[in-house]
Nanobody, 115 residues
């Protein structure tokens, strides 16, 4: 079992920045891959960033150049640095872990981009 706890969401103006954190209940070094997803109102959940245990990252075009995923194995935490935020980035952001072929999810953290 893996417990994931996200934090760092909030209200930010367009063009602003936020950093999300996801703390895992066990060593993330053992995770095959970890990722951030988001679900906006009325839309399907979508991947916004992923990182393998080898450090390979992946981003969709919608966030490439604005979002950066990173991991701190010593703290069992991954991060999502978001800059140049847009109103369309408003969503609940979820942390995801692939561990021993099982997927685990956090409870989500709300990000609202609005003036």
């Amino acid at each position: 079992q893996v417990r994931l706890v996200e934090s760092g969401g909030g209200l930010v103006q367009p063009g602003g920045s936020l950093r999300l954190s996801c703390a895992a209940s066990r060593s993330i070094f053992s995770m095959n891959e970890m990722a951030w997803y988001r679900r906006a109102p009325g839309k399907q959940r979508e991947l916004v960033a992923s990182i393998t245990n080898g450090g390979i990252t992946n981003y969709p075009d919608s966030v490439k150049g604005r979002f950066t995923i990173s991991r701190d194995n010593a703290k069992n935490t991954i991060y999502l640095q978001m800059i140049s935020l847009k109103p369309e980035d408003t969503a609940i952001y979820y942390c995801n872990a692939n561990y021993r072929l099982n997927l685990y999810w956090g409870q989500g953290t709300q990000v609202t981009v609005s003036s």
